[in-house]
Structures are given as C-alpha cells and as structure tokens.
C-alpha cells in the first residue's frame, strides 16, 4: 500500500468527472496511495454538458435533464452538497404532430405502450384498422426469438406499423436519434423483452408492473409529479461543483493523448505536446472513436471503430410572452418521420422548466437530425434558424424575431446501439483485457447514454481500478 499509483483518466465528462470524484473519495476514506490525472482534449470540462445563462434564461446546448428514478445523478448532487439546487419537472400534457394537428400522447401509455384502452381508442393518432392490429397484442404469442433483435421488429410484431410509426418510434428512437428498425432491443430497452418473456402481451404485463397508485388522503396529494430532476440554474451546475472539489486530481485541459503503449505493467501515454505520461491504470472516458483510435496501432478495438454515429442539432429560441399565437398547453411535442417538416421534436421549456425562462417570456429548443436526415445538421447557423422558424411558426404560430438564437451541433455523436452492440462491447473489453489489462472503457458509446448510465460505468471502472491496483 505504500507504493503510490498513477492513475489517469482520458475525458472530462461525466463520466471521467464521477470516476475521478469517487476515487478522490475512496482514496481520502481508505488511505489509498493514489495520483489521479484527468487529461481533457477541450478547454472544458463536462463534454456534452453546457448551460448557457444569459438574460434571466438557463439555456441547454446538451442534455436537460435525467431520470429521478435512476439515483446516481441525485446521489452525487447529495455528495456534492448541491442537492438544495435540484428542481423537478414540471408536468403537462405531451404531443405527437402528425398530419399538421397535434394529438395528446394517450394517458396510460409507457413509452407508447398502451396500458389504458379508452385513451387509445379515442386517440386520432391511429386509424381503427391500426387500433384493431395494436389489439393484437392482447392474443398474440410470444415472438421466440432468442438473444438480440431490432426494436422496430419486435414492436411491428405486436403492434403493427402504423402504432409504431405513430407513437412508439418517436418516443423510443428520440432518445438515441437511431432508427428503430435497426437498434438493438438489448442495449436499449430490455425490459420490453423481458415484459413479453414472463407476460406475454406487452399491454397486460406493463399494465401489471406499472407501480398501484396509493389512496390519496387530499387533493393536493395526488396532483402528479414530475419525473425528471435538473438543476435550477442549469446542468453545468454539477460540474462545476465537481471540478471546484476535484482538489486531489491534476486536471489538464486542452491536452490530447495521441498515442497509447504497454511498458511492463504500465501504460505509457503520449500527449499532443510529446510529454509522455506513465500510469499504473487508464479509464477511457472518452467516445468509441477516440478509443479505436488510439488502439489501432495495436490491432485491438477495431470493431468500435464500426459502431456508427449520427449527427443532431439543437436550437434554443428566446420570445416575449406574446410571440406565440397558438397555445398548445402542453410542455413539448415529437414529430414523427412520416411528417414533411424538419423538426424532430420540441419542449416549451418555460412549461416543462419554469426557472428555465423569465416570467414574461417563452422559451422553445427544436431537435432536427437523425439517422437518414443528417444533412441539416450541416447547414450554416442562418439556413437551420430559418428552418426551424418556419416549422415553429407553422406548428405552433410563434411569429415575430426571437431575442437570441442559439444552435449547438453535436456532428457524429450520438452512438448508434445496433442489434450486437452489447457482444461487440463486451468483446472489445475482452480484447484489453488481454493486452492493456491496467485500461477500463467507460462512456456513453458502450453502456447507456443517460447522465446516470455514464455516471453508473464512472463509478464501475474505478472499482475495477481500485480492485486491480490493491489486490
């Protein structure tokens, strides 16, 4: 225990942040003889993470928010003594834009699997031949299908197209901006195979597993609550509390490993200013393409180099109150791939996040890009505001010129879980861990793209450091 281990962290992150944080803290609980080094190839830290304040608007160019019921982002916030900062979501009506109307998401559904039949009866989203197919699901068998398969067929068996194309596709497939009759039912959403597997219909075993509501003693009492936590002046809030008790880690921004190699048991690290940089381990925070990258050299990872990427765009548009003629009362929209315009989606951000937004204002963030639909993201800044201007201002009457315009791109960022991607994963870390045993793969690219998903593989592969350093 007395030798003391180098311990480098490759990305600034969320994921590199909550390994670096918790090995921070095990080290100052137990004693351990650690240096920990955080090498970022940006000027700041937090990656996908920024907040934009300005004007009394908190402004997201990344994610927004996360879910409460995954604990790891509210267990840091409580570590960090920055808990009294989170707010939670405020509830509304959801909508689904189809044939230039929009339509509610039917109450009861969970990610568009009905659980509810009047809802979905008397919802216009579906016609009643699609009604009638969806009921299907209710007698059908189950699929027999062992091991991985694509989303969209698994959901196409039990629904049919048109529930799928309407409803379920733009909930699921918004969240990786994948196409659905690709990604893997494996790597994104497991639970519906095992819904089927022990229930059979998606409908009656969903129906089953959603949690009994209480009796309620008041009103006031069951008034539903919101299902998403964020923090009140934004999400860059926890990193910069992470990077303010970061105080035991040598961080080093604007730095870029460039080479990785193996010296006995070490990892020689090679930066963009030819320093090298020997550590005892390495955490890989850092997307699947960095990593294969930097592994090429060795023959390894070359099947990450294959997990594809797509590119999103995302627009914040800061109005008066007035500006919007058409009032929705609702907190946002998805629109589906069958729809002529751009926008794949909208949150009314001074609904959804009322401490996002001054009292006499609206604030609006539009999506565009996807899988098959990249080519906006490319666009100048001038040519998407005008796009999306348009859409808003045909789907929502919002007119007149916005106080502040803000565009983010994230080109090739979004990892696409492709049916296999949880057997490529697992024998890329295989592949390591029989050349560089001393490097773990964490991030957004392997195991979940959520804040608390990369948070959850932060905190894995510091115990897995730990576990091999003092054995």
């Known amino acids: ?70 604990q790891s982002v509210d267990q840091l916030a409580a570590d960090l003594g920055i808990a009294d900062q989170l707010v939670r979501n405020a509830t509304g009506q959801a909508y689904i834009f189809l044939h230039n109307q929009m339509h509610k998401i039917p109450a009861g559904a969970v990610m568009g699997i009905p659980t509810e039949v009047k809802p979905f009866i008397a919802s216009g989203l579906f016609s009643l031949s699609g009604k009638l197919r969806a009921a299907g699901d209710l007698v059908l068998p189950r699929s027999g299908v062992i091991g991985d398969q694509p989303l969209g067929k698994f959901f196409r068996r039990r629904f049919g197209t048109e529930v799928v194309e309407n409803l379920i596709e733009p909930l699921l497939s918004g969240v990786f901006a994948g196409d659905i009759d690709h990604m893997s039912l494996e790597s994104t959403f497991p639970q519906f195979y095992e819904v089927e597997k022990k229930h059979r219909s998606l409908i009656l075993g969903m129906k089953k597993s959603q949690p009994k509501q209480l009796p309620q003693k008041n009103s006031h009492s069951s008034k539903k609550v919101g299902v998403f936590h964020t923090f009140k002046y934004g999400l860059e809030t926890l990193v910069e509390a992470l990077e303010q008790q970061l105080t035991d880690v040598t961080i080093m921004k604007g730095t ?13 690290l090679t930066l963009n200013d030819q320093r090298q940089i020997e550590a005892d ?143 490529k994963v697992l024998r890329a870390r295989e592949e390591l861990h029989d050349e560089f045993p001393m490097v773990q793969l964490a991030g957004a690219s392997y195991k979940g793209v959520g804040l608390p998903d990369c948070i959850d593989q932060g905190v894995v592969a510091k115990d897995q450091v730990i576990a091999s350093l003092f054995k």
Not at 22 to 49: F, H, N, V
Not at 347 to 367: G, I, Q
Request: aromatic residues 6%.
């Open 1 to 70: 225990m007395s030798e003391r281990k180098r311990v480098v962290i490759i990305g600034g992150g969320i994921t590199g942040l909550a390994a670096a944080y918790y090995m921070q803290k095990d080290a100052r609980e137990q004693g351990l003889p650690i240096d920990i080094t955080m090498i970022e190839a940006s000027t700041e830290l937090g990656g996908k993470i920024q907040t934009v304040r300005r004007d009394g608007y908190v402004i997201e160019r990344g994610p927004d928010s996360f879910l409460i019921r995954k």
């Open 256 to 268: 870029r490993v460039t080479k990785i190699k193996k010296h006995g048991e070490q990892a020689v």
């Open 281 to 423: 381990a390495v955490i890989m925070a850092t997307s699947h393409t960095v990593a294969s990258r930097l592994f090429e050299p060795h023959g390894l990872l070359k099947e990450l180099g294959t997990i594809l990427t797509t590119s999103v765009a995302t627009v914040a548009l800061g109005y008066p109150k007035d500006a919007m003629k058409k009032d929705i009362d609702g907190t946002g929209f998805l629109v589906p791939r069958s729809s002529n315009h751009s926008i794949t989606a909208c949150t009314l951000l001074n609904r959804k996040w009322p401490t996002t937004t001054p009292d006499d204002k609206v604030m609006v963030r539009a999506f565009v890009g996807r899988v098959g639909e990249e080519a906006i993201v490319d666009l100048p800044d001038a040519e998407i505001e005008k796009i999306v201007r348009k859409d808003l201002g045909d789907i929502l009457q919002l007119k007149g010129e916005p106080e502040f315009c803000i565009i983010t791109r994230w080109k090739d960022d979004r990892p696409q879980y492709r049916v296999g991607h949880k057997e």
